[in-house]
């Protein structure tokens, strides 16, 4: 059991009695943002580490055209394919990078980052099935678990707003 020091109130941010492990979920959480807003940097602007600039977003290409055009000959491809291209599919997707990147680096909204990070992730792990390399596990789902693990940990509170940006009804 974790003995909290006489000096520490209720009002002390979580950093102020960080454990080892709360380093670590915090290095982590932020490791997993930054994944995820390089992503939507990435297909914004087309600085050409996975997306080329003729395929950026703002050049007028959709962001999520190739993945999901892509997943036409697997399980779910013909659901998948049909949602290709689609603005509002588009704006939505790259809303969830952005939104969940941020989330995970300012340490904020880790519960709302996790289902929203959990279910974008479990849609982009059932487009690509069946899986090249394994039969089910893939590093969507491990990503998506991680995500359950911040919110549960409460990692936002180490290097992060989650010690300072608290509903009162949480205390």
């Known amino acids: ?18 454990r080892p492990v709360d ?8 490791s ?8 939507f940097l ?6 050409g580490f996975a997306t080329p600039a ?23 491809g013909g659901f998948f394919s049909g949602l290709a291209g689609q603005a509002w599919v588009d704006w939505l997707f790259m809303a969830g990078l952005l939104g969940i990147g941020a989330a995970l680096i300012l340490g904020i909204g880790l519960r709302v980052a996790a289902v929203a990070g959990g279910l ?15 039969p089910f596990m ?3 789902l491990v990503y998506a678990l991680v995500l359950i ?16 940006v608290r509903r009162p009804y949480l205390k």
């Open 32 to 39: 997993l943002g930054w994944i995820f807003l390089w992503a």
């Open 23 to 30: 380093y670590v979920w915090a290095a982590t959480r932020i």
């Open 120 to 134: 974008l992730l479990v849609m982009m792990w059932a487009a690509g099935l069946p899986l090249d390399t394994n």
């Open 149 to 164: 693990g911040l919110a549960l940990a409460g990692a936002g509170r180490t290097f992060g707003l989650g010690g300072y």
């Open 1 to 18: 059991m974790t003995t909290i020091p006489r000096h520490v109130t209720d009002t002390t941010p979580r950093a102020a009695i960080a």
């Open 42 to 47: 990435d297909k914004t602007f087309g600085w």
């Open 138 to 140: 893939d590093d969507h």
């Open 54 to 76: 003729e395929r950026a977003w703002v050049n007028g290409a959709s962001p999520t055209t190739g993945f999901l055009k892509g997943a036409g000959e697997n399980a779910l």
